[in-house]
């Protein structure tokens, strides 16, 4: 699985869009990109995924660049329970179908 | 049913002793996969079951760790001969496919004095 580079912590107001930067420049033709969050002392949460297009869902959007190389998860308007970490991740659907974890982005939403 | 669970929270062992942790899955969910996490990083694969088959073990599952899938239902995890350095969280996810989201349950806290 390609390896992600991503910002080890950002602070947002809450309120605003919470835009958390994910750089893939290895990713491969047939790697989706994944987000996930950890909030304090729980498991790890799915949010969002995607191939090509940009994605939306109840939580958050995920906006991919038209080469792959990088997205962006947005949180429309953050809370302070969106405090976590927030990983993203790249797999290949047969990539044995494991989620490899990088340390992720610290993100703390003040009020 | 709710989600994944796992059982228990919390262990405190002595070394040397063995432990045994429990993963009940969604239901429905073929594949169950088990993971580690010690403080500040982010979670590392231990293995991985599509119903009752062990189909893939990182090199992190040491000789004296071990895991079952009995029935294709729960799991369990078992490490034998703690050592310090087994201390950690371990969690437990599930999912349908190979492409879908995984569920996490809150994991184990497992410490080792």
């Known amino acids: 699985d390609a390896k992600t580079t991503q910002p080890t912590s950002m602070d947002c107001a809450e309120g605003r869009a919470a835009n958390l930067p994910c750089n893939h420049s290895t990713i491969s033709g047939n790697e989706y990109v994944y987000w996930y969050r950890q909030i304090h002392s729980q498991g790890p949460q799915y949010i969002i995924h995607g191939l090509k297009n940009n994605e939306t869902n109840e939580m958050a959007s995920l906006i991919i660049t038209e080469d792959r190389k990088s997205s962006t998860l947005i949180l429309p308007h953050a809370t302070l329970r969106d405090t976590a970490v927030y990983y993203c991740?790249?797999?290949?659907?047969?990539?044995?179908?494991?989620?490899?974890f990088g340390g992720g982005t610290r993100v703390l939403v003040k009020p | 049913d709710t989600g994944v669970s796992q059982d228990p929270r919390h262990k405190i062992t002595k070394r040397g002793q063995n432990v045994t942790f429990r993963c009940d899955p969604i239901?429905?969910?073929?594949?169950l996969y088990w993971y580690r996490q010690t403080l500040g990083q982010g979670p590392e694969f231990l293995t991985y079951?599509?119903?009752?088959?062990?189909?893939?073990k990182s090199r992190l599952l040491s000789d004296r760790f071990s895991a079952e899938r009995p029935k294709g239902s729960f799991s369990t995890l078992e490490i034998q001969r703690t050592e310090q350095g087994d201390s950690a969280m371990y969690l437990c996810?599930?999912?349908?496919?190979?492409?879908?989201?995984?569920?996490f349950g809150s994991g184990t806290r497992l410490t080792v004095v």
């Open positions: 991740i790249v797999r290949a659907e047969a990539a044995g179908n494991k989620l490899t």
């Open positions: 079951f599509q119903n009752e088959a062990q189909l893939e």
């Open positions: 996810a599930s999912s349908l496919g190979g492409g879908d989201g995984y569920t």
């Open positions: 239901s429905e969910h073929n594949r």
